[in-house]
């Protein structure tokens, strides 16, 4: 995390001038407030198209305009967490998706909750939510299908197809997605304090474990 030592003046700038609307535009945009993502980007590259031009508009974070979300109202989701901000990614949320904090989702990804049923493609069918840990990144062009469960501090190869649970502390890849190896424990740290807004008591437990 940056200190306020090294903070620029045009980073404090940044946020003075576009980071409270950011904040206004996004009521579930929960990021550290220095040294993620510049404030003026996401607002050109994020709320034009989507508050503006309506693209993905009732989504309260930010979603990348070639992305698609839908069913965000069934998306439960932790801090540093934004699915669909990356390019090309597809969530489908009909059964409903459960995300912990500090989610990373890579260009090309699609969550399905519900597929179509193979009898009468007008219904889909019911499933679990699709559920993801604490401290998840899956990379690019990664497919996670209805029902299954990440656990925490995993991390899924690009390609992947997972059709089944994964466990926490694993890296996993493939079509179907299997574990290959453990994975050491997440090291990154998070000061509560030093976000773009005040954290929910909800997400306390977060910056503990």
């Keep these: 995390m940056q200190k306020d030592n090294k903070i620029s003046f045009k980073e404090k700038l940044d946020y003075l001038l576009f980071g409270w609307i950011i904040n206004w535009a ?47 109202e069934k998306i439960q989701k932790g801090i540093i967490c ?40 007008l219904k889909h069918d019911d499933s679990p939510p699709i559920r993801i840990g604490n401290h998840v990144f899956i990379y690019a ?7 299954v469960q990440i656990g925490d501090n995993v991390v899924i190869g690009a390609g992947s197809v997972v059709t089944k649970d994964i466990p926490s502390n694993s890296i996993a890849v493939g ?25 929910p008591e909800k997400f306390r437990l977060f910056f503990e474990s």
């Excluded at 904090?101 to 009468?120: A, E, F, Q, R, Y």
Aim: charged letters at 20%.
């Design 141 to 147: 062009n990664s497919v996670v299908l209805p029902g």
């Design 82 to 121: 934004d699915p669909g901000d990356n390019i090309g990614v597809y969530i489908q949320a009909m059964n409903g998706i459960i995300m912990g904090s500090n989610v990373g989702i890579s260009p090309g990804c699609k969550l399905i909750s519900s597929n179509h049923n193979n009898d009468d493609h």
């Design 26 to 72: 996004y009521p579930q945009y929960y990021r550290p407030k220095y040294g993620y993502s510049k404030y003026n980007k996401i607002f050109f590259q994020f709320v034009i198209p989507q508050k503006i031009l309506g693209i993905n508009r009732s989504v309260p974070w930010p979603v990348h305009f070639t992305s698609k979300v839908r069913g965000a």
């Design 175 to 199: 079509n179907p997605c299997q574990v290959i190896k453990e994975k050491e424990p997440y090291a990154g740290k998070f000061d509560p304090k030093e976000f773009n807004r005040k954290i």
